[in-house]
T-cell receptor, first 113, second 114 residues
Framework: KQEVTQIPAALSVPEGENLVLNCSFT??????LQWFRQDPGKGLTSLLL?????REQTSGRLNASLDKSSGRSTLYIAASQPGDSATYLC????????????FGAGTRLAVHP | DAGITQSPRHKVTETGTPVTLRCHQT?????MYWYRQDPGHGLRLIHY???????DKGEVSDGYSVSRSKTEDFLLTLESATSSQTSVYFC?????????????FGSGTRLTVV
């Protein structure tokens, strides 16, 4: 059974730091991996979708990498800002299709000025 | 969120009462999903739909039922609410069921069962 784990559960950093959020999964037979952002009291916003054939995706200050063989993905945030404060979740599809997702519990990030 | 709305946004109900949550989309996407989010668990799939009147169970479906009579609406019903169903419920849509398409989430419904 696929399990998704995110470490650390919470992170507090000063503004300007580069940081790495980690996501690991137990079954490497995945089609893709997605990173989402969730602001308090809000829904999830898709940040990056990495297909299994790709090794990384970039969007602005965000860079996500995928290593299927080791069952790991990292989300790199460059030059963090207070506006980056949110919970970041990774997700992979269930086997069997229909684009059903299994989520990690998330990393709660606080960037302080 | 543009294209997908959930109602109500907040609800408090008593144990044993039926509750229906609504998800409405204007994107004409075929696939719709209901998840619940609890501290320490991330989001867990309750039910999903792959077309009108086509639904199936997710990993935490006990105590829940769903219906989809129109493409745009996906209803989640708690037949007899229990305190363990206190949670934040999220609806999501996907253009296709292929495991390479992204998701759009609604803003969520916070349900409290007292």
């Amino acid at each position: 059974k696929q399990e998704v784990t995110q470490i650390p559960a919470a992170l507090s950093v000063p503004e300007g730091e580069n940081l790495v959020l980690n996501c690991s999964f137990t079954d490497s037979a995945i089609y893709n991996l997605q990173w989402f952002r969730q602001d308090p009291g809000k829904g999830l916003t898709s940040l990056l979708l990495i297909q299994s054939s790709q090794r990384e995706q970039t969007s602005g200050r965000l860079n996500a990498s995928l290593d299927k063989s080791s069952g790991r993905s990292t989300l790199y945030i460059a030059a963090s800002q207070p506006g980056d404060s949110a919970t970041y979740l990774c997700a992979v599809p269930f086997s069997g299709g229909y684009n059903k997702l299994i989520f990690g519990a998330g990393t709660r990030l606080a960037v302080h000025p | 969120d543009a294209g997908i709305t959930q109602s109500p946004r907040h609800k408090v109900t008593e144990t044993g009462t039926p509750v229906t949550l609504r998800c409405h989309q204007t994107e004409n996407h075929r696939y719709m999903y209901w998840y619940r989010q609890d501290p320490g668990h991330g989001l867990r799939l309750i039910h999903y739909s792959y077309g009108v009147k086509d639904t199936d169970k997710g990993e935490v479906s006990d105590g829940y039922s769903v219906s989809r009579s129109k493409t745009e609406d996906f209803l989640l019903t708690l037949e007899s609410a229990t305190s363990s169903q206190t949670s934040v419920y999220f609806c999501a849509i996907s253009e296709s069921g292929e495991d390479r398409n992204g998701y759009t989430f609604g803003s969520g419904t916070r349900l409290t069962v007292v």
